[in-house]
């Protein structure tokens, strides 16, 4: 595939799935959800965001996409790849990342996904989970893509997401 190349006119969206291995209020979950504000707050401020999905409580752990009550979302949208790397693999975001096993089931298939959206456009979870659904059944393309997509990568290549 060739690499995806950040088009004229265009923010990179992004979206992570997986599935908890306890509800929200479990004492074992109490570490990653008493940390989940203070990684949104880093990412907002972060050079390059743009934007999130969130709830009324400040993140997307209460957004229902699907009907498996252990099905979390996250979503963002962010200037460019080169910021939203950054955030991942620079920040406290990092330590948490390195420490999914933790709180989330291993998944198998792609579970983070990233595209090229229009400067001003707000995804929908529908079209994210659509994207997502695009790089398993066919692969990463332009329209679906993860990681080793980007152009000079390499280094990252080894702690993906996906």
Known sequence: MARARQPA???????????????TEDPRMAEFMDALDSINALAERSPGFVWRLKSDSGNATDIKVTSDPTFLVNMSVWKTAEELQHFVWQTLHKRFYQRKA???????G???????????????????????AYLRDEGPSDYAFGWESL????????QRCA
């Open 110 to 132: 792609p579970h983070f996904v990233m595209w090229w959206i229009a400067v001003n456009h707000i995804p929908t979870p529908a079209q994210a989970l659509a994207r997502l």
């Open 102 to 108: 933790n709180w989330f089931e291993p998944m198998l």
């Open 9 to 23: 006119g265009t923010h990179l969206a992004q979206l992570n799935v997986g599935r908890i291995r306890y509800p």
């Open 151 to 158: 152009p000079n990568q390499k280094p990252l290549l080894h």
